[in-house]
């Protein structure tokens, strides 16, 4: 006579050594995956980050022609002092543009990216973009180099009459830095 259902021989479910041979087998798949998946979502925050460089450089221009005064962007980390790395964030200051009087204008930090495989670096004679009254950024063109681990991802340029473009990096290339 068999047993009715609810008194079956065999329970119903799994058995520790099963549950850990699934989980050790989910480990690897997702080691040998991650990677595969991390890079669009760190791609996608260094265009995030090109674009907020675009957007931040361009208000500074701007804020500098309506105002009539210097405008200085330079990275920073946490709005306390210029830094070297343009991915971290930016600090935006008007500076003083009459008598030894005046009071230094406002100072706005922007927070950038927190992922570490991000980096932004301008070229070494330009840790700072400074625009006149007039909208020109006066010096040599600034570039920032943004770069996801060692591959360049793109660039933000300033010129000397200060507007500012980027561009994508289209074929892989070495990070400089």
């Known amino acids: 006579m ?5 008194y079956r021989r ?3 479910g799994v058995t520790v050594v099963e549950l850990a041979a699934v989980m050790a087998l989910l480990a690897i ?4 995956g991650l990677p595969v998946l991390l890079e ?34 330079c990275p920073s980390i946490d709005g306390t002092g210029c830094d070297a790395d343009w991915a971290s964030g930016w600090l935006i200051q008007a500076d003083r543009s009459a008598g030894p009087d005046e009071a ?31 909208g020109r950024s006066g010096g040599s063109t600034l570039t920032v180099r943004i770069c996801v681990g060692a591959q360049l991802h793109s660039e933000v340029i300033v010129n000397n009459v200060g507007r500012t473009r980027s561009v ?4 892989p290339a070495p990070c400089p830095f």
């Open 40 to 73: 669009p979502l760190e791609r996608s925050r260094a265009d995030t980050t090109r674009l907020r460089l675009v957007s931040v450089f361009n208000s500074a221009r701007a804020m500098a022609i309506t105002h009539r005064r210097v405008v200085t962007v």
């Open 168 to 171: 994508r990096q289209r074929t």
């Open 2 to 6: 068999p047993f009715p259902p609810r």
């Open 104 to 134: 230094v204008g406002p100072r706005q930090f922007l927070a950038g990216t927190r992922s570490p495989r991000i980096r932004a670096s301008s070229t070494q004679s330009r840790r700072y973009l400074r625009f006149q009254g007039d």
């Open 10 to 12: 065999h329970p119903l």
């Open 29 to 32: 798949l997702l080691a040998l």
